[in-house]
């Protein structure tokens, strides 16, 4: 990586945290499921508090009509001056760069006492409209008295074939921007595949077969810049025959309410363990009763921890006594194993820090 001043930390975990050379150390929040609200649906956000999910997206563009763009704004401003958010990161997903929108969301959004901890940055396709937005977003800030100091955290979306191409380009771009005063840090990456499918003419289908590529693209550029990355929603439902086929046409329908939609659990336990293996770090979701059987799947289960404290306890113990490599459970332990055990329990005292339970 070309950013000045950066090394990785050889103990540290190469996906939850980013070392600099003078020894600080920066934080990233679980992400396991990130669920998305319209942000001109008052009803719906005030029901936040009473979900227990990692981050929660007040969203103010592809779930809200061009023609309620303005109540979205303002109502998302108001919600997050009114709402506990307790261990719940407040995320507010603006319009993109192209759409010549996202100036507004930005002045308006940010005028709220509390301003989001994370911005979503959606269709990011070249470092110069992320150069743009961070140029946007800093004149934001300093013309805001109550924003001083206030740098938020990013969460940029890939969602066409000249973002992909371009995306090891934007990343190192962000990081750079991120880690040299830049007005945001920059810390997950998050795959839109309907916008991706329609953009390279693909079919969406319920196997996913077709954004193979683009997904293991997608995991490979974020973690060699020490980035979460985040998988695509799963439409799947229940009622199988009609709702995918007029999903589309449907979500332009004022009166079309997508939460009461039943979801298929069952089929999205499976992709999303399949996620997780692959190495995504969390999952959109678009319903609440989507978030527990995500969450579950990228938490590491009990006796994965106990292995991997086992595990490092005991190179530990062979550190000290100065010996080279070591067995373990009957298995020779290497570094990249024992970097494995290291991500898994960060990850778990991370989670843990949230202090999850019934709100």
């Not at 936040?48 to 979205?72: F, H, W, Y």
């Not at 590529?213 to 974020?222: D, G």
Request: hydrophobic share 35%; net charge negative.
């Amino acid at each position: 990586m070309s950013t000045k001043g950066m090394c990785i930390s050889q103990t540290a975990n190469r996906f939850h945290r980013l070392v600099n050379c003078s020894g600080s150390v920066r934080h990233y929040n679980p992400r396991r499921a990130v669920l998305y609200v319209p942000g001109n649906d008052g009803k719906k956000l005030s029901k936040i508090p009473t979900l227990t999910v990692d981050s929660v997206v007040l969203d103010c563009e592809d779930g809200v009509a061009l023609n309620r763009k303005d109540e979205a704004r303002n109502t998302t401003k108001k919600m997050l001056d009114s709402l506990d958010f307790s261990n719940t990161e407040s995320v507010v997903r603006i319009n993109s760069v192209s759409s010549g929108l996202m100036e507004e969301d930005l002045q308006t959004v940010l005028q709220a006492r509390n301003p989001p901890t994370t911005l979503m940055l959606p269709k990011v396709d070249s470092t110069q409209e992320l150069d743009l937005f961070a140029d946007v977003l800093y004149t934001t800030v300093q013309s805001n008295v109550h924003l001083k100091n206030y740098k938020p955290n990013l969460i940029s979306m890939i969602e066409s074939a000249r973002g992909l191409l371009d995306l090891d380009d934007v990343l190192e771009r962000g990081v750079e921007l991120s880690d040299n005063d830049g007005p945001f840090t920059l810390e997950a990456v998050t795959f839109g595949s309907d916008d991706f499918c329609a953009d390279i003419g693909a079919t969406r289908t319920t196997e996913g077969d077709e954004l193979l590529y683009a997904r293991q693209k997608i995991i490979v550029s974020a973690k060699a810049y020490q980035l979460q990355v985040i998988d695509m929603v799963h439409i799947d439902y229940k009622s199988k025959t009609d709702v995918p086929k007029a999903l589309a046409s449907k979500l332009s329908d004022p009166s079309f309410d997508l939460w009461n939609i039943q979801t298929d659990l069952e089929s999205l336990k499976l992709v999303a363990e399949k996620a997780a293996e692959m190495g995504f770090t969390g999952k959109q979701v678009i319903h609440p009763s989507q978030i527990a059987v995500v969450q579950s799947a990228f938490t590491p289960s009990e006796a994965k921890i106990r292995w991997a404290t086992e595990l490092t306890q005991a190179f530990h113990e062979h550190q000290k006594s100065g010996k080279g490599a070591f067995t373990f459970r009957g298995s020779m332990i290497d570094m990249p194993l024992l970097l494995q055990a290291k991500n898994i329990t960060n990850l778990y005292e991370m989670i843990d820090n949230k202090k999850e339970g019934p709100k």
